[in-house]
């Protein structure tokens, strides 16, 4: 991950909009925050997280203390960053939880929190969780990880240093992508479960089946039962011996059931209780007969009744119909009154509207000539406001022009400064190409030096291995072999090797040390001459020195004089900061603003002349011409309205009159419809009486009793249905009983009970008997089934354990799979962290991976210690003072992101950001330090460090720098 800009409002101590362009310092690739303390240092890093993660860099801030204390609720706190991640640019914006002002109307609402990514081509996603997710696919890391390796945050900076193995194994497991590896020993510790679980099911199966076998008590099989764990090859075999006893009962109650059964079905006692239910029956449907017979002369009586009921029924239809007639008629005649009363009343509105209407349209006469007033008078109101209007616009075209020239003065000096800035720069360049040379001269003097004690070693090396050939030679000898210089076979006195004989390896390494030195210096004399190659060749080098340095002492007057010349004038800073072509080509189009401006100042004061030629002295203001045409257009709108209510009136009134005299017409009509319906009624009425030989004087003695007539109806067709079905009963009794005895049901339910009970007792025993046999036979079967499946379970299960604990580390030093493959990719970590460290701590400390137990159940393998050359001891890193952590921390980092580059694919560590932690550092271990970040600068990796140390600011050109305000903190981005 790059960064490329970063933008934030109202956040934290910042009020207004801050931006960060980091592609300024692509050149070095190193940059300083600094700032007094409490100004918003560290707001930075949390604004970079923020966006990333949505969170802060430290666990001491939260998402909700986001937003400025300076900020009112109408100004947004917002963060944006944009980032490069394997050469393609994202950008995020997020927006924390905050309240805001409503956009309409009054009040405030909460603005939930919110996140957008997007890349060149647009947007990717906006829902928070979305945003998350993808970022951290996109980087590899998650927030944890990422300020452990990327962003080291104050007070934090040690964690990963001293995390427990299973806290680093979290980390490393996504960088090295050793899931697979983890999911592999889960898979296995999956497999283990499942086997334990399949084993102790069937084990509970077989207990549980156990218990539900019936037995008597004091058998084989109750003994076998009696305490758990159980045996169950014994109780298998003693089920089996209970089952075959129980077959044998079985077979004896079976034929004592079927003797008792046959004796039962010889009473047929079902055939006898039938046919004395029969007789019982006979006896009630000949009572219930006779009693019917008795009634029928009463229920003629009522039949004839209800007739006569009936048809004066429906002439009370007819009468009523009648009676509604008259009524209607009587009603209509009421309403024709009214209505004639309502029609007299509209004709008197109707003669009052058209006088209203004739005496509107004579007022309406003159608005012709009220018009032609009020066209006049708004042509003198808009030559007026003209005139206002360019009276204006000339004090306003008179401001602009000063503005105009206050401006260009301003591109003017700014374009001074810049020329003044540009020349301190091409001098400070030359002072840093100065620089490069004495470094050059010094790393030719190193490499001198170095190529001087080469020779020397080599020389000594070569001298001494030559000195030592005859020892050599001789060392070579044996009795009875020749010598391969003189040969002869006896070797008396042999020459001895010296103290220290080198070998000839250790000669060739030395000659090859010599060479690689001198070609070191040639290098470094090549590089001298190249750095000034317009120098003559002539000079030697400490001419060439003292020269440059005469140059430098120039450049340092010049520099000195442009300094104070540029300082002296009072220029823009925000026009300071432009290109020099953008200030050109503003000064050109601000004096091309001033010549159109100067020319429109003069047309309008020849248009205002000639309206002031036009108006006369005595002109009246276009705010009192308004006032007047005002009360001319209102006194015309009223006449319009009044003659319009006044037609309006007449028309209503007309049309009201007109419905009335209709009205009036169609009530004539509904009496004759309901005269003619009375009449028609009485006739029918009269008819119907007649029809049913009914008196009207029967009728009226009739009309009290029309609610009796359904519950009379209901009793008569009621005992015809009841007289009818216990004829037709009897009759069929009769039949059936003919020839038949009433049998004697006391005696055969006597003796039909005593064989029952008896019966009922040999089945009782039967079914307890099988149900309890065929319980435990079908037990024997699956409890045998079950038994075997559990040998077979128990077996899988103890195999399945050996390999997962074997996965697991649980027979070695608590070791995992897992944890064995990642604790080689962290000795290649430990490899690089030492590099730097070494150099760091001038071989002092050396970091090294814990192979004990960290604990009892804990698994190990990832933990650090660190040996201290000075003591000759190991020692765990928490017992490093807070310096020397940050070191240790330090080169842990850079270690850990050299081995994610090289091996890591899918993660990009292109940044490091650190938080503090230099202040605890002696002037050695921090020069040390310096140098250590100087050649990981060098190797193409961003670095941000936040610190107080006045060293890093002096040897850290790039730097950010905050300066703290009572109306909120600003940031200012400096580069040499």
Request: aromatic share 8%; charged share 25%; proline share 2%.
């Amino acid at each position: 991950m790059i960064p490329v800009l970063l933008e934030f409002q109202a956040f934290g101590p910042f009020l207004k909009k801050q931006t960060i362009d980091f592609r300024r310092f692509d050149d070095s690739r190193m940059f300083l925050i600094s700032g007094p303390t409490g100004c918003g240092k560290t707001t930075i890093f949390d604004a970079i997280t923020y966006c990333l993660y949505g969170k802060a860099s430290g666990a001491l801030r939260t998402t909700d203390t986001f937003k400025s204390d300076y900020a009112d609720e109408s100004v947004l706190c917002y963060a944006s960053f944009t980032f490069l991640v394997h050469g393609k640019q994202y950008t995020v914006l997020r927006e924390p939880a905050q309240i805001r002002a409503k956009q309409r109307g009054e009040g405030f609402l909460t603005k939930q929190a919110s996140a957008e990514l997007s890349d060149e081509s647009g947007v990717i996603c906006t829902q928070v969780s979305q945003v998350n997710s993808k970022i951290e696919s996109l980087l590899g890391l998650n927030f944890d990880q990422f300020c452990k390796i990327v962003m080291l945050p104050q007070g934090e900076f040690r964690k990963f240093l001293s995390d427990s193995s299973e806290e680093k194994q979290k980390i490393l497991r996504q960088i090295f992508s050793t899931d697979l590896l983890n999911r592999f020993t889960e898979q296995l510790k999956q497999n283990a479960s499942q086997a334990k679980a399949a084993q102790d099911t069937l084990y509970a199966q077989c207990n549980a089946l156990v218990k539900t076998l019936l037995t008597e008590p004091d058998t084989p099989l109750a003994e076998s039962m009696r305490e758990e764990p159980y045996h169950f090859e014994q109780i298998l075999s003693a089920l089996s011996e209970q089952n075959e006893a129980a077959n044998a009962q079985l077979f004896s109650l079976t034929q004592s059931r079927q003797t008792h059964t046959e004796q039962i079905r010889a009473l047929n006692l079902d055939h006898a209780r039938s046919l004395y239910k029969q007789f019982v029956q006979y006896d009630a449907a000949q009572r219930a007969f006779a009693a019917l017979e008795a009634q029928r002369g009463e229920m003629y009586e009522r039949s004839l009744h209800i007739k006569l009921l009936t048809a004066a029924k429906d002439a009370a239809v007819l009468e009523q119909a009648k009676a509604d007639a008259a009524s209607r008629c009587e009603l209509l005649i009421k309403k024709r009154a009214q209505a004639n009363a309502q029609r007299e009343e509209g004709a008197g509105k109707l003669s009052d509207a058209q006088l209203a209407r004739t005496q509107a349209q004579q007022s309406a006469a003159s608005l012709p000539e009220q018009n032609d007033k009020l066209l006049k008078l708004r042509k003198q109101r808009d030559d007026a406001a003209r005139f206002e209007t360019l009276l204006t616009l000339a004090q306003e075209a008179d401001a602009q022009r000063t503005a105009i020239v206050l401006k260009l003065s301003a591109l003017d000096t700014a374009l001074e400064y810049q020329t003044l800035f540009h020349q301190e720069e091409e001098l400070a360049q030359s002072a840093k190409q100065s620089q490069r040379f004495f470094e050059a001269i010094k790393s030719y003097q190193s490499a001198r030096d170095a190529w001087t004690s080469a020779s020397m070693q080599a020389s000594n090396t070569l001298k001494r291995y030559l000195a030592a050939q005859a020892g050599i030679l001789a060392d070579t000898l044996t009795d009875g072999a020749s010598c391969p210089v003189c040969g002869s076979i006896d070797h008396p006195k042999k020459a001895a090797l010296p103290a220290y004989t080198p070998t000839r390896e250790e000669v060739d390494r030395d000659s090859d040390a010599e060479k690689a030195a001198q070609a070191a210096v040639e290098s470094a004399n090549h590089q001298v001459l190249l750095l000034f190659s317009g120098t003559d060749k002539t000079l030697s080098l400490p001419d060439m020195v003292k020269t440059e340095q005469e140059l430098q002492h120039e450049r340092t007057q010049t520099l000195k004089q442009l300094q104070s010349k540029r300082f002296s004038l009072s220029a823009d800073d925000s026009l300071v900061r432009l290109p020099n072509e953008t200030l050109i080509a503003k000064k050109e189009a601000y004096q091309a603003k001033l010549s159109e401006l100067n020319g429109q100042i003069a047309a309008r004061e020849e248009e205002r002349n000639a309206l002031l030629s036009l108006i006369g002295d005595k002109r009246h203001s276009a705010a009192e011409m308004q006032s007047q045409i005002d009360l001319l257009a209102a006194s015309i709108k009223q006449i319009e309205q009044d003659k319009q209510a006044a037609e309006d009136a007449f028309q209503t009134a007309q049309t009201e009159y007109a419905r009335l005299i209709t009205l009036c017409e169609q009530i004539d009509v509904q009496i004759d419809d309901a005269r003619a319906q009375q009449k028609d009624a009485d006739e029918a009425f009269s008819l119907a009486l007649k029809k049913a030989e009914l008196p009207l004087d029967d009728y009226l003695l009739l009309k009290p009793q029309f609610a009796s007539l359904p519950a009379l109806a209901e009793q008569v067709e009621t005992y015809r249905t009841e007289y009818q079905s216990q004829k037709k009963l009897v009759r069929f009794l009769t039949n059936s009983l003919n020839g038949q005895t009433r049998p004697d049901m006391e005696a055969l339910e006597a003796q039909h009970n005593t064989l029952s009970q008896t019966l009922h007792t040999i089945e009782q025993s039967y079914e307890s008997l099988s149900n309890r046999t065929a319980q435990n036979r079908r037990a024997f079967d699956t409890l045998k089934t079950l038994y075997a499946e559990f040998q077979s379970a128990q077996s899988d299960f103890e195999q399945k354990k050996f390999i997962y604990d074997i996965a697991n580390g649980t027979y070695t030093e608590k070791v995992n799979f897992e944890r064995y493959v990642l604790a080689s990719y962290f000795d290649a970590v430990i490899a690089h962290a030492n590099l730097r460290l070494e150099q760091m701590t001038y071989s002092r400390y050396t970091l090294s991976r814990r192979t004990e137990r960290e604990s009892k159940n804990r698994t190990s393998g990832l933990a650090l210690e660190v040996f201290d050359a000075y003591t000759g001891s190991t020692r765990h890193v928490n017992s490093l003072s807070g310096g020397e952590g940050f070191k240790v921390s330090l080169c842990l980092a850079l270690g850990l992101a050299d081995i994610i580059s090289e091996t890591a694919g899918g993660i990009e560590i292109g940044t490091m950001f650190i938080d503090e932690g230099f202040g605890s550092l002696d002037n050695d271990s921090l020069d040390a330090a310096i140098t250590c970040l100087y050649e990981l600068q060098q190797s193409g990796r961003y670095l941000g460090i936040i610190s107080h140390v006045n060293e890093l600011k002096e040897r850290i050109p790039q730097k950010i720098v905050i300066a703290a305000h009572p109306t909120g903190s600003i940031i200012e981005t400096q580069s040499p």
